[in-house]
């Protein structure tokens, strides 16, 4: 049905944010299952309680309208998950990590922006209810989104830059053979979310253009 109002196309969204969430609640714990670093997986759990709890919020932002609880499938956020699963299917260790953390920043950025949006709305209609619980979850995802960036910078992302294959004397010669599969990773990475993208900014100015130039030695040597 396609929406006439702002009441009804905040109902529509709504219906959308609730597939979103329930999606969530399948993902996040074989994200954690799949996360190597021991805060991320913590991290990961965590959220998860929260968008149990997100969930019901949006139940009761349904009833503050009278509207039965539904969703309507997501297909951005299934998008996103889809993608996250690609990745713990083809990566591992540290590299998967930063993956997993890029995937997550794009879900959380993604909820920050239908949150904001939904909150917004609920104002607009007057429905102060609905604008608080709203607004309770987008602080919640915005606090995550910011521990996940914490995370990247001060863990994953260079444990995933040492896991590339850079020295002869790596530790883990398995995860140095996959070098050229997380370069790819790491691109990827760092095009992606806010604390990805940072820390691979701060790697550079400390004079490791890593990605740059494994991808250069790796072409030279397949010569
Ligand atoms: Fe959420």
């Known amino acids: 049905m396609a929406a006439k109002s702002l009441q009804e196309l905040f109902v529509e969204e709504l219906r959308d944010a609730y597939d979103g969430e329930k999606r969530l609640t399948k993902a996040l714990p074989r994200m954690a299952k799949a996360a190597e670093n021991e805060d991320l997986r913590a991290a990961f759990t965590s959220h998860l309680r929260e968008t149990e709890r997100h969930v019901q919020r949006l139940e009761q932002v349904f009833r503050t309208v009278g ?26 260790g540290p590299v998967l990590d930063a993956a997993l953390i890029a995937g997550a920043q794009r879900a959380e950025h993604y909820e920050i922006a239908a949150y904001g949006t939904l909150a917004y709305f609920a104002e607009m209609l007057g429905n102060d209810k609905a604008k608080e619980l709203l607004g309770q979850t987008l602080d919640e995802e915005k606090a995550a989104d910011e521990k996940l ?6 863990e994953v992302n260079r444990e995933a830059l040492m896991g590339t294959g850079e020295s002869e004397e790596e ?5 140095a053979r996959r070098g050229a599969r997380g370069m790819v ?20 100015s400390r004079g490791g253009v890593r990605g740059n130039a494994g991808g250069r030695r790796r072409s030279r040597s397949s010569r």
């Open 149 to 154: 960036t914490d995370i990247a910078k001060s």
């Open 185 to 204: 990773a790491s691109a990827r990475g760092g095009s992606r979310g806010n604390g990805t993208s940072r820390a691979t900014a701060h790697d550079r």
């Open 171 to 175: 530790e883990m010669p398995r995860v």
């Open 67 to 92: 509207e039965s609880v539904r969703g309507k499938k997501c297909d951005g956020l299934m998008g996103i998950i889809e993608e996250g699963k690609s990745a713990m299917e083809e990566l591992e």
